[in-house]
């Protein structure tokens, strides 16, 4: 879907997407209800809730993934090369790693400059004004991450 930009016919749709025109309208139906899709006229057109999450799931550069560690030369072997993944890693890897680059800035400055979303960088900092250590930490920038995606 991402890479649809214009007007585009449904039942060309259904083949880009590997479905049939009936499972194509129902699924369309499905982002409509959850609010990533609209009602454009006679068809359809991406929310601000669903770019955010199309933006979620796009990779950045292999050279540009966030790699956790717990200390400096301490790697955990997780890295991230999109938001969705660096939220799914934040739910797992140890709470060391978390506290390590969210007071060093890391995070906010990886999401700032790679993501290119400097208010969801903002507000990642602003967890950091907490001064919350362990879980406490871990659910806050999780919480964070799901305010802006609506995971």
């Known amino acids: 879907m991402t890479e649809v930009t214009g007007r585009i016919d449904m039942n060309a749709f259904a083949r880009m997407v590997g479905l049939n025109p009936h499972q194509t309208i ?3 139906q499905e982002l ?3 609010g990533l899709v609209r009602k454009v006229g006679s068809g359809y057109g991406i929310t601000e809730k669903g770019k955010a999450i199309l933006q ?3 990779p950045v550069p292999k050279d540009a993934a966030f790699h956790f560690y717990t200390a400096i030369g301490q790697p955990t072997g997780f890295s991230a090369e999109s938001l969705k993944e660096f939220y799914e890693i934040v739910k797992r890897v140890a709470v060391e790693s978390l506290e390590f680059h969210l007071y060093r800035e890391d995070f906010e400055n ?5 993501l290119k979303d400097a208010a969801l960088a903002n507000e990642v900092a602003n967890v950091k004004v907490s001064q919350l250590k362990g879980e406490d930490l871990r659910q806050g920038i999780l919480k964070v991450i799901t305010a802006k995606l609506g995971f």
């Open 26 to 28: 129902e699924r369309v």
């Open 32 to 34: 409509v209800t959850t």
């Open 56 to 58: 979620a799931f796009r």
């Open 110 to 114: 990886w999401i700032e400059a790679v």
